[in-house]
C-alpha cells in the first residue's frame, strides 16, 4: 500500500524561495563510535547541535558534505536524483579525511526520514523547485591530538528551493581565478570536504564585486588545462560536420559532479562524440568552444559566453550568445524531464522509484 500523496504547503509563496535556509519539520541524524558502529538514527527537529568544542570537525575541519534534490513529479510523487551517486562520493571524501563509511542503506534511509518528514516542503511539480538534500558528516566527538574523533555524526537536512532559472536561463561570464589554487595534484580537490570551499569566498566574491558570477580554476601544476569552476564542472561542447563533441575533463583533481557523468550519459545516448581528456585553456583562447557551460545540482546548466583571464577576455562560440545554445539546451530539457518525471525514468535514476 502506497500512502496518499502529502501535496505542497499552501503557506508558502513557491514562487518565491530562493535559495537560503529555512526551518523544515525535522532531520535525521544518526551516531557513530567505534565501540558500536552508527546506532539506529532519530528524527531531530532542533536545528541548533550540541557538540563538544573539541570535536574534530570544528577543530581541524574532519567534516564532508553532500548535495542532492528531491523532486515533486507529473504523478505528485517525490523522488531523488541518484542519491547512491553522492552515497559513494561521500565515502570518498570520508575516506579522504579518516572519518568511518556511511553505508550506502544508512545515507539512503537519512534521505527517507528527511524527505518524508518534510513532504508539504517539496515544492510543487512544474514550479522549477526541489528540495535541496544536505547530508553531513563530521567528527563530533573530542580529540585534541591529530587524529581521529572518537565520534561521528551524520546528518541529513533538508532546503525547500526555488527555480534557478526564474526569468529563464542566462549565460554568465566566468572568471579565471589566478592566486588562489583550490586543488593540488595530490590534494584534496576532488573530494567535497568542507575545508576545500570556505578559502574560495574570498576569490570568489572578488570576482562577483567585479562582474563575474562564476569563477574557474586552472590545474595549479602547470596553469595550463581548465580543472573545473568553483562549484561545478566545466563541459565545452564543440560542432564539427554535423557531429556534436561533448568534451570535460576528467582529473583527480575534479570534484567527480553527478551532473556532469549523468550528462555524460544523456549525451551518450544522443550519439554525441565523448571526450573526458585534459582541456588545455589555449582551447577555450582559440575558441574551439561553440558551447561552454557549468555544470551542477543547484541549475544543472549554467552556460558561458565569456571567459576572462587577467586582462584579456574569451568569447565562447560566434558572437555574444543572449540565451542557451542550442547543444546546452537540448541536454538540459532532457535533464529536467527526467527529474520532473515528465519522460520516462529508463536509467533508472530517479529514487525511490514508487516515488514518496
Ligand atoms: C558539488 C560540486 C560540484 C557539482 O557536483 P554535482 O554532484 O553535480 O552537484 C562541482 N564542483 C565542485 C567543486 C563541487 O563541490
Request: net charge negative; charged share 25%.
Amino acid at each position: 500500500m502506497v500512502n496518499p500523496t502529502v501535496p505542497p504547503s499552501d503557506k508558502i509563496d513557491w514562487d518565491n524561495i530562493g535559495f537560503q535556509y529555512r526551518d523544515i519539520n525535522g532531520y535525521a541524524k544518526y551516531t557513530w563510535t567505534p565501540e558500536d558502529g552508527w546506532d539506529q538514527g532519530s528524527l531531530e527537529t532542533n536545528p541548533y547541535l550540541s557538540v563538544h568544542m573539541c570535536a574534530t570537525g570544528i577543530n581541524y575541519g574532519q567534516e564532508c558534505f553532500e548535495g542532492l534534490k528531491a523532486f515533486r513529479a507529473k504523478d505528485g510523487r517525490i523522488r531523488v536524483f541518484r542519491p547512491q551517486e553522492n552515497a559513494k562520493r561521500m565515502n570518498r571524501s570520508a575516506d579522504m579525511a579518516s572519518m568511518p563509511e556511511v553505508p550506502e542503506h544508512i545515507f539512503l534511509e537519512g534521505i527517507k526520514k528527511t524527505v518524508e518528514a518534510n513532504l508539504e516542503f517539496v515544492p510543487p511539480y512544474g514550479s522549477g523547485g526541489s528540495l535541496y538534500i544536505r547530508p553531513l558528516l563530521f567528527g563530533s566527538g573530542p580529540m585534541i591530538g591529530l587524529s581521529p574523533a572518537p565520534e561521528f555524526t551524520f546528518i541529513v537536512f533538508g532546503v525547500p528551493v526555488g527555480n534557478y532559472y526564474k526569468d529563464g536561463v542566462k549565460p554568465v561570464d566566468a572568471l579565471v581565478i589566478e592566486d588562489f589554487d583550490r586543488s593540488a595534484p595530490m590534494g584534496t580537490g576532488g573530494t567535497k570536504l568542507g575545508g576545500n570551499y570556505a578559502p574560495v569566498f574570498k576569490p570568489t566574491d572578488a570576482a562577483k564585486r567585479k562582474g563575474y558570477p562564476i569563477t574557474l580554476h586552472l590545474d595549479s601544476k602547470t596553469r595550463t588545462y581548465v580543472d573545473e569552476f568553483s562549484t561545478s564542472n566545466f563541459v565545452g561542447l564543440i560542432n564539427k560536420d554535423g557531429k556534436t563533441s561533448f568534451v570535460t575533463p576528467n582529473a583527480q583533481t575534479i570534484l567527480r559532479s553527478v551532473t556532469r557523468i549523468s550528462l555524460v550519459e544523456i549525451a551518450r545516448d544522443l550519439g554525441w562524440e565523448i571526450e573526458e581528456r585534459d582541456i588545455a585553456f589555449a582551447d577555450i583562447e582559440q575558441g574551439k568552444f561553440d558551447e561552454v557551460a557549468a555544470c551542477g545540482t543547484a541549475a544543472v546548466i549554467t552556460p558561458v559566453k565569456k571567459i576572462a583571464r587577467g586582462d584579456k577576455v574569451y568569447t565562447i562560440g560566434s558572437g555574444e550568445q543572449t540565451e542557451i545554445g542550442q547543444g546546452f539546451d537540448t541536454l538540459y530539457r532532457t535533464y529536467r524531464a527526467i527529474q520532473n518525471g515528465d519522460v520516462e525514468d529508463t536509467k533508472g535514476w530517479m529514487w525511490p522509484a514508487q516515488g514518496f
